[in-house]
């Protein structure tokens, strides 16, 4: 449903979401939780798109990485466009998909380049970080994987800022920080 809503209905739905998750106040132990239900419900999903990852010629971290960033971008649905006109398995935005050389209408319909172009994007996000690679960020290790995440969902200037101490964290449009998907990719190695 959260596909075909106009814009404007889905700042209402992004506002209402974001003042039901205001409310609540987690305790660590229920982030832990959380966390571990979105981790396992990743690693139950057995379907076409996990299957085609699972047969990529490519390191099983880098499968890893794939499977649960199409999960939670997406719930690995090809084409799926929100409102805000992110579309994919991976949410690709016309600026990301223009500094590869394509655009929507090359990556409708093809799992495959959507597969390319993330793995693209873990290099083109952390390409200048690898000074951060193996330290620790407000407890949470940092990886290529986690770091690729966590620029995915916010953008490299973000993460960088966030690294720096320059922010304390991001989130988009959705609520989704920078730290959660920092800690959600921290055991891709």
């Known amino acids: 449903a959260e596909a075909t809503m106009t814009k404007d209905e889905g700042d209402q739905y992004l506002k209402k979401k974001a003042e039901e998750l205001k409310a609540q ?25 996990t299957r085609e990852i699972d047969n990529l010629d490519i390191e099983d971290p880098a499968k890893e990485y794939l499977k ?15 409102p805000y006109g992110f579309m994919g398995l991976y949410q690709f935005g016309d600026p990301y998909l223009k500094t590869f050389g394509y655009k929507k209408s090359d990556i409708k319909d093809n799992s495959m380049l959507q597969h390319e172009l993330a793995l693209r994007g873990v ?45 304390d964290d991001f989130k988009d449009a959705y609520g989704t920080s920078l730290l959660s998907r920092l800690k959600e990719f921290e055991d891709i190695v």
């Open 25 to 49: 106040v987690e305790s660590p132990d229920k982030k832990v939780v959380k966390e571990y239900k979105t981790k396992k419900q990743y690693k139950k999903q057995n379907n076409e798109i």
């Open 123 to 167: 290099d083109f996000n952390t390409k200048g970080l690898e000074n951060f690679f193996g330290k620790t960020k407000d407890g949470i290790k940092l990886n290529k994987y986690n770091m690729a995440a966590a620029a995915h969902l916010g953008g490299k200037g973000n993460l960088i800022k966030y690294l720096n101490g320059e922010i």
């Open 68 to 82: 649960r960033l199409g999960y939670l971008e997406s719930r690995y649905n090809v084409n799926i466009t929100n």
